[in-house]
């Protein structure tokens, strides 16, 4: 049984390492950002508030945002363990986990905040916007998804770490590299 977060500003990594994680560990890689660009496509009620909100590198609210993640947890594949990436992002949002968990009589196993240099997360952001053209990854943007990430996210890294759950893993250089890094810190053999 994994339960984990992984926490990282924008380009950190969060999302290419999750999905390594997850097909190693055999659990479900939850991504908040997946799932609002998923019902943007779709075009549903959920995308038409997100798109707002993330075009703009704000944080979508988080009674919308919570909802959200506390039906997925409730589906069958994540009682046996999740990652979860890009949640929670606020203290509001841990308090919530916090909550859904405890209901499923739960507690998460490891908190991994990956790091990397801000110089590096912008050209990397950069690169997949010529690549990708993802909507939110324009200059502006990322400065602001930037900003709110060290206003409202990176204090949560304290909050796991007094709970002692927090390990703090490399995220420069190679892609391979990362990963190696992210399995030992959780006590995974590579
Ligand atoms: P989200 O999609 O989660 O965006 P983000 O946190 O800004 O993260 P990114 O996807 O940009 O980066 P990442 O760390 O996942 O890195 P990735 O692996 O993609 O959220 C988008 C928006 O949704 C938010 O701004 C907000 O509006 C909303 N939202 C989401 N969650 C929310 C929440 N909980 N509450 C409220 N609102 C929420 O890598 C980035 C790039 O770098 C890729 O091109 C990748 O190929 C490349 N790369 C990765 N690793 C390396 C490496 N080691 N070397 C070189 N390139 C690399």
């Not at 339960?3 to 994680?21: D, E, F, H, I, S």
């Not at 997850?22 to 479900?28: I, K, S």
């Not at 801000?118 to 602001?144: N, P």
């Amino acid at each position: 049984m994994t339960r984990l977060v992984l926490l990282g500003p924008p380009g950190a990594g969060k999302g290419t390492q999750a999905a390594r994680l997850a097909e190693t560990l055999q659990v479900p890689a939850i991504s908040t950002g997946d799932i609002f660009r998923a019902n943007v496509r779709e075009g549903t009620e959920l995308g038409v508030t997100a798109k707002r909100y993330m075009d703009a590198g704000e944080y979508v609210p988080d009674s919308v945002t919570n909802a959200m993640v506390a039906d997925r947890l409730s589906q069958p594949d994540a009682a046996r363990g999740f990652l979860l990436d890009g949640y929670p992002r606020t203290a509001e949002q841990v308090v919530e986990l916090d909550r859904v968990l405890a209901a499923q009589d739960a507690a998460l196993d490891r908190v991994v905040e990956i790091t990397a240099d801000t110089d590096e997360v912008v050209t990397r952001i950069l690169k997949r916007s010529a690549e990708q053209g993802r909507s939110d990854d324009t200059e502006d943007v990322v400065r602001r998804r930037l900003e709110l990430y060290t206003e409202q996210t990176a204090p949560l890294s304290a909050t796991y770490e007094q709970r002692g759950l927090l390990v703090r893993v490399d995220g420069m250089g190679a892609v391979d590299d990362v990963t190696a890094r992210l399995l030992d810190a959780i006590g995974v053999p590579a």
